[in-house]
């Protein structure tokens, strides 16, 4: 049996030592590690990324399959509820790094079935609306960015677009401001901002900075 790490990343900004980092950091002896670089998760199909496949040729039967969070799988709904009862079927089990969450088909009560369902819905329609909400808050972003005057950029943010995605990811999963900020490496001033400020604002400060 072994416990594999799925990291995917799309940007230049994430990077796969974080995600391998943050799931050690958290109790789990990874036995290996496949990862995506450049990959969208709303757009393309686990299955349809090379080391995707890969996964799918490697689980087996008693395997642990870790993600940081559902949305390291994919962006879109559809394929993220297809992916994880693919693998429940195949007796893998899939746990998430943010939230230490277990999904596996070992329960054959039909509530706790019908529970567990509906969470793994909940999670992967938050991961697609949420990935929506980015997009548009870029071109947002963008838009303001190249509207506003050039020689008042505004004050630096004092995070980089790893640390603010973070935030945001651990902010929609519902987690709570002290952890998100040492989790982040922030402080809670710092979170507290991200937090309250208009995501096309965020990505303009951003962009402006060249960060």
Request: aromatic fraction near 6%; charge should be positive; charged fraction near 25%.
């Amino acid at each position: 049996m072994s416990v594999i790490l799925y990291a995917r990343v799309s940007t230049t900004d994430q990077t796969i030592e974080h995600q391998e980092a943050q799931a050690r950091k958290a109790g789990f002896q990874i036995d290996t590690v496949v990862s995506d670089q450049g990959a969208s998760g709303l757009s393309t199909k686990l299955a349809d990324r090379s080391e995707g496949r890969r996964l799918y040729d490697m689980l087996r039967m008693g395997d642990t399959l870790v993600v940081r969070w559902v949305d390291r799988l994919g962006r879109n709904y559809q394929d993220v509820c297809d992916v994880i009862r693919e693998f429940m079927r195949r007796g893998v089990t899939i746990r998430t790094v943010i939230n230490n969450m277990t999904f596996d088909g070992a329960t054959t009560d039909p509530i706790q079935q019908a529970v567990r369902d509906a969470l793994i819905a909940f999670m992967a329609a938050t991961a697609q609306a949420q990935a929506e909400a980015t997009k548009e808050a870029q071109k947002a972003g963008i838009a303001h960015a190249q509207t506003k005057d050039t020689k008042y950029l505004g004050r630096k943010p004092t995070y980089d677009r790893r640390q603010y995605q973070l935030v945001m990811d651990m902010l929609a999963n519902g987690e709570g401001v002290s952890t998100i900020a040492k989790e982040a490496g922030l402080t809670r001033q710092t979170v507290l901002r991200i937090k309250g400020k208009a995501p096309d604002q965020a990505e303009a400060n951003l962009l402006a900075w060249g960060l």
